[in-house]
């Protein structure tokens, strides 16, 4: 493959909080594996976090723990660019000259919107409604073609087609229309503990595995989850909040284990407690050593530092190139 066949990743994290088993197998688990294969820009999302957490208390402690989750999941910083998205002010401007291509009604009918505007309506600011065209400009600014998301952002990455498209059609073509990404089959939800939406960093905390939970709340948490008497009849259709165990279990457990409890459940023999017990232990085989690296990476500053400032300048290459072609095309150029 010739370096001009390469073909180019990014995506984002926001720092508003600890990370958790969905962002894991929705996005880090594919930056990971990508990041060999392709040029890779992978970004700590800080200015979307002021769009939901006006209170900025905890931005840098999230903003190190971001950094040192990804890696401690296997990031390699030498590898893929690895940057804070507001050390990279040509995104900001690229998300100016987007805002004139997207229009007030498209943004008002996104789904994340509204979700958002009904959890809290005191706080609908207009860098809320304009997520979309921020996140457009974060993918467009290095004209990524792949960007590996979880299944929420399914609906964001068709607005950054349709803006790329816009943009291309005016001015001329700059832009490569990015896919949303994953390496399964199709993009993945990781439910909440509780069936009641997707894990998060903001919503659902008790119902979502951190991955810097210690090994007792692991376990409190699954021991947690709702089932109910078993099913009375051979090869049952499963209830919604028994197929989110199973789902959890095909993301940690053996081949052989999970097969088992399927064959238990058909055949009416299932114990869910002991289903449980299994994942519970599956979980602390997955997250304890991932929580022990990531502790000693955050206590390491210099380091981290030194992460982000080779990351920008990474970053910044590419963004100031595009940002230079966007302008031309633009006919921002006055001599
Ligand atoms: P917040 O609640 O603050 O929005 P979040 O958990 O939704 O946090 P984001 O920073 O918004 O996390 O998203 C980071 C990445 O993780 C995105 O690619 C998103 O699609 C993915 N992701 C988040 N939650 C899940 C989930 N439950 N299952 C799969 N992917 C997820
Ligand atoms: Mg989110």
């Known amino acids: 493959m010739s370096i001009m066949d ?26 990971v594996k990508m990041q060999n294969e392709y040029e890779c820009y992978y970004m700590v999302a800080d200015l979307h976090s002021l769009t939901t957490h006006p209170d900025t208390k905890e931005l840098r402690a999230n903003v190190h723990r971001v950094l040192a989750e990804n890696i401690a ?6 590898k893929a660019a690895f940057f804070c998205q507001s050390h990279i002010p040509e995104i900001s401007e690229l998300y100016l000259y987007l805002n004139m291509l997207a229009y007030k009604g498209e943004l008002e009918k996104t789904t994340t919107f509204k979700d958002k505007v009904r959890q809290h309506p005191e706080n609908v600011n207009a860098g809320l409604l304009t997520y979309p065209v921020l996140m457009s400009a974060d993918i467009l600014i290095h004209r990524a073609s ?21 943009f291309n059609f005016r001015y001329g073509n700059v832009f490569p229309e990015p896919q949303a990404f994953n390496f399964g089959e199709t993009l993945l939800k990781v439910p909440s503990l509780d069936g009641s939406g997707k894990m998060s960093k903001s919503e659902n905390q008790m119902a979502t595995l951190y991955l810097a939970d210690d090994d ?28 989110n165990i199973f789902l959890l279990m ?13 064959i238990d459940f058909n055949q009416c023999s299932i114990r869910y407690g002991d289903m449980k017990k299994q994942l519970a232990e599956d ?11 990531a502790t000693d990476i955050m206590n390491d500053e210099k380091y981290l530092q030194n992460v982000m400032e080779q ?11 595009t940002l230079q072609l966007v302008k031309e095309s633009m006919g921002l150029k006055y001599y």
């Open 216 to 243: 007792d709340m692991i376990r409190k948490k699954v021991m947690k989850t709702k089932t109910d008497n078993g099913p009375t009849e051979h090869n049952s259709i499963k209830p919604d909040y028994i197929e």
């Open 283 to 293: 979980m602390v085989r997955f997250i304890a050593p991932i929580r022990q690296k």
């Open 6 to 31: 390469r073909k180019i990743v990014m995506s984002g994290i926001r720092p508003t909080g600890y990370l958790h088993l969905g962002n894991y197998f929705g996005a880090m688990r594919n930056y």
């Open 311 to 321: 990351g920008a300048e990474k970053g910044r290459k590419s963004a100031v190139a």
């Open 146 to 166: 792949f960007v590996p998301v979880g299944k929420d952002q399914e609906q964001h990455l068709e607005m950054a087609r349709n803006f790329a498209q816009r």
């Open 250 to 262: 095909n993301l940690v457990s053996n081949a052989d284990v999970i097969n088992k409890f399927e």
């Open 73 to 78: 999941c296997g990031l390699d910083p030498e």
